[in-house]
């Protein structure tokens, strides 16, 4: 579980995060998207240990990650975006590494080498840089700590790799931990998300489960820009050609599914709209 109460961090001159706070307590993988330089890979860093706050408290699972208690380290694991691997075998790497994690299994390491087609005994100096991130994610997911940390972990993967990564992140194992992924690539989420975690100007614009933000927001497509008029409480729109994409405030309608990249652009170009938009449905399922 992670508990972040007023954080304040800033690399020299530049005051990163202010007053920032976040509460996770249900496991589950959580999307954290945010503009370039908006401080994702810094936050997973901190909440990693590797980088201590100058202000606030972080906790998780009961310890200040800045202390690297043995505890802690054996319950979290980050991968980031630039590792280093090595030059020895995805086996090799296991024998080594996987005394440091209690719960790690290498069954599941095993299986999740095989869905993305690399072998165990294939050394890390010999395979692709898209190899060597879908080894370092088979081990990272086979930990098996209750927090995970990736940092923009498709990148660098073909099509089908990143569909093996969403197979091997909807496995039931998978489900008792905190993942958090920092990603720009909106689409590989979508259909493995459980909440959106949004940072904006130091702080964290949003944070609601998924199912959430499809109750209070619709995404669609307009025919032309006379049905997009038509449209009540548009929060945001884009022109594709003729039609328009666009995020309306979803009044009494079923959720639909998010489009994340359009919900990303109304975040970030209309976030007053989309928290209107949620805050609206909040109050409404209160009864308020
Ligand atoms: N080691 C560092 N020293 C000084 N400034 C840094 C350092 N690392 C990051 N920064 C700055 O902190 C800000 C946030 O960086 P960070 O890498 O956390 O952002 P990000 O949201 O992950 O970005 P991106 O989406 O581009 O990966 C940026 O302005 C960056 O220039």
Do not use: W
Request: aromatic share 8%; net charge positive.
């Amino acid at each position: 579980m992670i508990q972040i109460d007023d954080l304040q961090f800033g690399y020299r001159r530049s005051r990163l995060y202010d007053g920032f706070r976040l509460q996770i307590d249900r496991p589950g993988v959580y999307g954290l998207f945010g503009r370039n330089g908006s401080g994702k890979s810094t936050l997973l860093k901190l909440l990693a240990g590797l980088l201590f706050p100058e202000r606030g408290r972080i906790v998780v699972n009961g310890r200040e990650p800045r202390r690297r208690h043995p505890d802690f380290l054996a319950a979290m694991h980050l991968v980031p975006e630039e590792f280093h691997l090595p030059d020895v075998t995805p086996t090799q790497l296991a024998k080594v590494h996987a005394g440091f994690y209690p719960r790690f299994s290498r069954d599941a390491f095993a299986a999740y080498l095989h869905e993305f087609e690399l072998a165990g005994d294939h050394r890390f100096g010999e395979m692709s840089l898209g190899q060597k991130k879908k080894a370092a994610i088979a081990f990272a997911l086979a930990t098996l700590t209750p927090l995970l940390l990736l940092d923009e972990p498709t990148n660098g993967l073909d099509i089908l790799g990143r569909d093996q990564f969403r197979a091997i992140v909807r496995r039931p194992e998978q489900r008792e931990r905190i993942v958090i992924i920092s990603t720009h690539q909106a689409h590989d989420l979508e259909t493995i998300m459980s909440h959106v975690l949004f940072v904006d100007a130091a702080r964290l614009a949003l944070s609601a489960p998924l199912a959430e933000v499809a109750a209070a927001l619709t995404c669609g497509v307009a025919a032309d820009a006379v049905a997009l008029a038509a449209l009540p409480d548009l929060v945001y729109s884009e022109a594709l050609g003729e039609q328009h994409a666009y995020v309306a405030a979803n009044r009494g309608g079923q959720p639909g599914r998010v489009h994340l990249e359009l919900l990303y652009k109304a975040l970030s170009r209309n976030q007053a709209g989309v928290l209107a938009a949620l805050a609206a449905k909040r109050a409404e399922v209160a009864g308020v």
